[in-house]
């Protein structure tokens, strides 16, 4: 167990349709990370918070936004959903936003139809 | 930016023997790499990283070794037991002032008894 919490674990939903990820890092973690996985791109960097403030895009679509709260949780929110929207999403947290290991979540895995 | 691959999507090995995956890089200047193992149907899991100031790190089971010259990095693991069996990441920061990690896309390693 890595200490990280990730809900729901499962999502189906239709296309067109907005959802919401919730991720909680591990005590003490600042940084929160979100990841895209499916098999045709494999494990992608989305997006990256640091105490409650965007750090840095990775390959982000506009549809999808997140936010990091004052109690360090963060979600992630998509939009307009497409059926190539289905994967696998993880989160990971670490101490601070430096070249640390980043622990990771069990994931919510997104169905689309 | 930098891009990681591994160089076989399968390992098959025989129980007890020793299993080493590879993995190359692109970016000379990159100066920190992760191993990462994925179980089915759970999040990525730490399994030992290395900075570029060392050649070799050794972990419970595991070494991982780093040849900056050819941009190869190798992880090692040793009397290869059936909870090895998983897809095996190794993952770098893009670079260029990027965030995140960038993934290779990963070896299945299949343990036969």
């Known amino acids: 167990d890595s200490g990280v919490t990730q809900t729901p674990k499962h999502l189906i939903t239709a296309t067109g349709q907005r959802v919401t990820l919730r991720c909680s890092p591990r005590?003490?973690?600042?940084?929160v990370y979100w990841y895209q996985q499916s098999l045709d791109q494999g494990l992608q960097f989305l997006i990256h918070y640091y105490n409650g403030e965007e750090r840095a895009k990775g390959n982000i679509l506009e549809r999808f936004s997140a936010q990091q709260f004052p109690d360090l949780h963060s979600e992630l929110n998509l939009s307009s959903l497409e059926l190539g929207d289905s994967a696998l999403y993880f989160c990971?947290?670490?101490?601070?936003?430096?070249?640390?290991?980043?622990?990771f979540g069990p994931g919510t895995r997104l169905t689309v139809l | 930016g930098e891009s990681v691959g591994l160089h076989l999507p399968t390992l098959s090995v025989q129980e007890g023997d020793n299993s080493i995956i590879n993995c190359a890089y692109s970016?000379?200047?990159?100066?920190?790499f992760i191993w990462y193992k994925q179980e089915s149907g759970k999040g990525p899991q730490f399994i030992i990283d290395?900075?570029?100031?060392?050649d070799k790190r050794q972990g419970q089971r595991v070494t991982v070794l780093l040849n900056k010259t050819v941009k190869h990095l190798s992880l090692q693991i040793a009397a290869t037991q059936p909870g090895d069996s998983a897809v095996y990441f190794c993952a770098a920061p893009p670079g260029g002032g990027a965030d995140g990690l960038t993934f290779g896309k990963g070896t299945h390693l299949i343990i036969q008894p």
């Open positions: 990971a947290s670490s101490v601070d936003g430096s070249y640390n290991e980043q622990f």
């Open positions: 005590s003490g973690d600042l940084s």
């Open positions: 290395i900075r570029s100031n060392m």
């Open positions: 970016n000379s200047a990159s100066d920190y």
